[in-house]
């Protein structure tokens, strides 16, 4: 995460994973789509209207039963 000064975001809420076997490795996976959630709080004296630049940079990996692949991607999202 990267948050303006003073702003923080607490722990990443999951769906419950399913277990998944791949070469003998077991994982927990999400499958499908899955939505993280997290709760975000603004800097103190932010005043409604004013933009809270948000910034994340996210690895994760995309499998199936027989091969998993590494993913990147990093977000950027003006709140207001």
Do not use: I, N, Q
Request: charged share 20%.
């Amino acid at each position: 995460w990267t948050l303006p000064a003073g702003a923080a975001v607490g722990p990443l809420r999951y769906p419950t994973p399913s277990l998944l076997s791949v070469a003998g490795l077991a994982s927990h996976v999400l499958k499908g789509e899955a939505a993280l959630l997290a709760e975000l709080r603004p800097p103190p004296g932010a005043r409604p209207g004013d933009p809270l630049p948000v910034r994340l940079a996210l690895d994760w990996l995309v499998c199936d039963d027989k091969l998993c692949v590494p993913e990147r991607a990093t977000l950027a999202l003006d709140l207001r």
